[in-house]
């Protein structure tokens, strides 16, 4: 079945959010702030291991350094931030955090090698294995996501959906990404970005990673000099 992997993918964040969005209610909130505190580590335990196992670190830290200028002179968070605004109030939402909520789950599940790899390997292969793995992953942390962010995080399946589908669609055109130098490079700095999230849901500080976005474009490029 053509996109099978992104339709569960998208089902999960769905489903996932739902049973978060339910059990809000009934958690204390002091539950809620260790089921967050928990993920996060996890996300930075993710990342750390992404960045660290990778072989080019020097040209994922060089991309970062681009990617945020970058980012921060197209101003990237800034109109994410809009978007997910613009969606709120279409809903008639009056979650004090889906804007947050939004952001953070649609970087979360979108940011990583398997993102392009699983979608890759669905569309050229029809093998939705790594998808399929994926959308575990993310549907468990749909529910701790929702839970504390609300009804934003159940709205980030529209960019898994979108940017999972068309790179599907377009597997053939994008076979080079799964080449094993590019894969290298983008788990460096989707490895990196995935940290910064988790520092963000820790609460240690706030890095902008919207604004860190364009690095992965520069580690494709980068990494496809060395093909």
Known sequence: ????????????????????????????????????QALGLAVVAIGLRMALEAQHVLLAVSCLLLGGVTGELLCIEQRLDTLAEILRRILRSDSSRFVEGFVTASLLYLTGAMTIVGSIQDGTLGDPSVLLVKSL???VA????ASSLGIGVMFSALPVFLVQGSITLLAAQLAFLSQP???????????????????????????????????????????????
């Open 1 to 36: 079945m053509l996109m099978l992997g992104t339709l569960v993918n998208t089902g999960a964040v769905v489903m996932g959010s739902a049973i978060g969005l339910t059990a809000r209610t009934r958690l204390p909130e002091r539950v809620k702030v260790i089921l967050m």
């Open 137 to 139: 992953l993310d549907g």
């Open 142 to 145: 749909s529910v701790t996501l």
């Open 181 to 227: 130098v590019v894969l290298d490079a983008i788990n460096a700095t989707g490895g990196l970005l995935i940290l910064g999230i988790g520092i963000n849901l820790l609460e240690i500080g706030r890095i902008h990673i919207g604004n860190l976005l364009p690095a992965l474009f520069y580690a494709i490029a980068g990494a496809l000099l060395f093909l």
